[in-house]
T-cell receptor, first 110, second 116 residues
Framework: GQQLNQSPQSMFIQEGEDVSMNCTSS?????WLWYKQDPGEGPVLLIA?????ELTSNGRLTAQFGITRKDSFLNISASIPSDVGIYFC??????????FGQGTELSVKP | DTGVSQDPRHKITKRGQNVTFRCDPI?????LYWYRQTLGQGPEFLTY????????KSRLLSDRFSAERPKGSFSTLEIQRTEQGDSAMYLC??????????????FGSGTRLTVV
């Protein structure tokens, strides 16, 4: 099925480092969402972006909606061990259907 | 707990058996969605309801799959004659739908299906 291209696939970082991941699409989305998923759980919404160029923060997380509406990035500053998990970007289609990326698996070394 | 609730959390079944999963959405949400997630992939859309009406079905939803939301509240997803390729996490989500903008899209914890 259709998916967004998310990179990197995995990251191994030291506690305290900053993290950056991004998501691209061949088609336009009017809403971008970033989710975090822990093992055996459903995705939890981190940030929602509704306007091209929008930059939104949620604590140590910052996300931007690309001007072309075909990409988005997520930054995590000063990572901590509980940031471990899989991060997904998702674009919102008509009817409320979400198209997800393949995920970025984040590992944080204390 | 006012989140999206899914039952069971885990299901192991033999190939060829039928299985049914239940989703209870957030009570004021009129939209309900089903997704399937396989290992190492993001969730993929299966189908969604607005109140009791099923408005869209993905081509991933073969004729062995059927979903219902009879009273516009909880929903069930049934898989008939299960195959090993049906092994996946089945996720339910709900959202309000007001004026075309979608807010508060919330996922449940999923049902992990293993077909042996």
């Amino acid at each position: 099925g259709q998916q967004l291209n998310q990179s990197p696939q995995s990251m191994f970082i030291q506690e305290g480092e900053d993290v950056s991941m991004n998501c691209t699409s061949s088609s336009i989305f009017n809403t971008w969402l970033w989710y975090k998923q822990d093992p055996g759980e459903g995705p939890v919404l981190l940030i929602a972006l509704y306007k091209a160029g929008e930059l939104t923060s949620n604590g140590r997380l910052t996300a931007q909606f690309g001007i072309t509406r075909k990409d988005s990035f997520l930054n995590i500053s000063a990572s901590i061990p509980s940031d471990v998990g899989i991060y997904f970007c998702a674009g919102l289609r008509s009817g409320g259907k979400l198209i997800f990326g393949q995920g970025t698996e984040l590992s944080v070394k204390p | 707990d006012t989140g999206v609730s899914q039952d069971p959390r885990h299901k192991i079944t033999k190939r060829g058996q039928n299985v049914t999963f239940r989703c209870d959405p957030i009570s004021e949400h009129n939209r309900l969605y089903w997704y399937r997630q396989t290992l190492g992939q993001g969730p993929e859309f299966l189908t969604y309801f607005q109140n009791e009406a099923q408005l869209e079905k993905s081509r991933l939803l073969s004729d062995r799959f059927s979903a219902e939301r009879p009273k516009g509240s909880f929903s069930t997803l049934e898989i008939q004659r299960t195959e090993q390729g049906d092994s996946a996490m089945y996720l339910c989500a709900s959202s309000p739908w007001t004026g075309g903008l979608n807010y508060g899209y919330t996922f449940g914890s999923g049902t992990r299906l293993t077909v042996v």
